[in-house]
């Protein structure tokens, strides 16, 4: 049963994500990251945080997507030398959590920058196939 649980939520997930080619206009670092890195009682550094974006979209590739910009959220170990200005980024839904706090509706769940040619073509080759995950 918890199989068909996850498999459905993995498809549902899936439906819902969208793949898109974004220039970032903005990003901000927050200190909130997930809580099983560090827990309250653990004395330690997280070794990734969310970040949060505001891109312009610069085309969809698949999925519903009708705004001209997008803010989402990215767990990552620190700031990109400068901003993607060319970046394929596949998004779902945030977890609650994340929205709550960041106050985005979407997580990157796989992404290629502009000289990842390997990732770009994953993520396309995946979108072609249907599928939306690693």
């Not at 549902?12 to 827990?39: G, H, K, M, W």
């Not at 959590?97 to 073509?121: K, M, P």
Request: charge should be negative; aromatic fraction near 8%; hydrophobic fraction near 35%.
């Amino acid at each position: 049963m918890l199989l068909l649980l996850a498999a459905l939520d993995a498809r549902a997930q899936q439906e819902s994500a969208i793949l898109l080619r974004v220039r970032v206009t903005d990003v901000a670092y927050t200190d909130y990251y997930p809580a099983d890195q560090c827990t309250p009682e653990q004395e330690c550094i997280p070794g990734s945080t969310w970040f949060r974006y505001q891109a312009q979209v610069r085309e969809v590739i698949r999925g519903r997507y009708e705004q001209p910009a997008v803010h989402f959220a990215n767990l990552q170990h620190s700031y990109f030398s400068r901003k993607p200005r060319d970046w394929l980024v596949l998004l779902v839904p945030c977890g609650q959590g994340v929205t709550d706090t960041l106050h985005v509706e979407y997580c990157v769940r796989d992404h290629a920058l502009e000289s990842d040619h390997a990732g770009r073509q994953r993520l396309m080759e995946a979108q072609l196939s249907g599928r939306g995950d690693r």
